[in-house]
């Protein structure tokens, strides 16, 4: 699922589709980093590199860089990533949660954004970030998503689009969670920590369609069956339960959001 419906011819609109990262979030982020700077990162699964152009911007982390190692598994993901993150520190190569290709010992942090959902075995994961990161580096997951609690209509898109998820290990289902009790990390890392911020974000007809046509198991469907989403969709928002306007006359309107970070060190 990941392969295809993040595969060439995608991901433009996944990059425009997609939102940013809260700047607390990052800020977070860089507060768990206790090694000095000049600062060595790997992300994983890094795709067209949202979070990368998030993070150096972000004042907390844009003096402090040295170098970002960005690892893809995905042709087409890599290729609008090159075209987007246009910073000499910033390099993007092929690799997995498992092979990432960076030096032992190189990191002070591995961070993971919107991906970590996808490991296949968390045990070889947490091997590998163990291998690669200095002594008292760490982890850092990351991920966005639409608030169900937030109002009713997101709670009802939810609903329309997981219907199509296809047993696809998505991060609603916490099934990463497995890596904790895996042996790789009991022996390498220390208990993990969690936050998680509340918020909206600026919404639009247009955006909630197309962040919705951005998920990997919508992209896949055939164009019936898209049609049907984004006819529902805009149904949901006709109706619109729960749903407050931020400028009416523009068809602005609150899109409450979610942002978790997953925080763990190397013992």
């Keep these: 699922m990941a392969r295809e419906g993040f595969g060439t011819g995608t991901n433009e609109l996944y990059d425009r589709a997609r939102p940013s990262y809260q700047p607390a979030a990052i800020s977070h982020i860089r507060d768990a980093i206790v090694n000095p700077p000049p600062l060595n990162i790997v992300e994983i699964g890094a795709g067209t590199g949202i979070f990368t152009r998030a993070l150096l911007a972000h004042p907390a982390f844009s003096s402090s860089i040295q170098s970002l190692d960005a690892v893809e598994p995905s042709a087409g993901m890599r ?4 075209s987007s993150v246009q910073d000499p520190r910033a390099t993007v ?3 997995t949660f498992d092979t990432t290709g960076a ?7 591995i961070i993971v954004a919107q991906a970590f959902h996808w490991c296949p075995d968390y045990d070889k994961a947490a091997q590998e970030f163990a291998r690669v ?3 008292g580096g760490v982890v850092a997951l990351i991920w966005n998503l639409e608030d169900r609690d937030g109002a009713g209509w997101v709670a009802q898109l939810r609903d329309r689009i997981e219907r199509h998820e296809n047993g696809t290990p998505q991060f609603r289902l916490n099934l990463w969670r497995a890596l904790f009790s895996t042996p790789s990390y009991t022996s390498s890392f220390q208990p993990h920590e969690e936050q998680t911020w509340k918020y909206h974000l600026s919404g639009t007809r247009d955006i909630v369609v197309n962040r919705a046509l951005s998920k990997s198991y919508i992209t896949v469907l055939p164009p019936d069956e898209k049609e ?8 949901i928002l006709r109706q619109g339960e729960g749903k407050k306007w931020i400028d009416e ?7 409450p959001y979610g942002t978790m970070v997953v925080i763990f060190r190397k013992k």
């Design 79 to 82: 290729e609008v990533f090159v």
């Design 103 to 109: 030096a032992d010992a190189s990191a002070d942090a």
């Design 228 to 235: 049907k989403v984004v006819a529902d969709i805009d149904e």
């Design 133 to 135: 990161l200095k002594p």
């Design 249 to 255: 006359s523009q068809g602005i309107f609150e899109y």
């Design 93 to 95: 190569s092929e690799g």
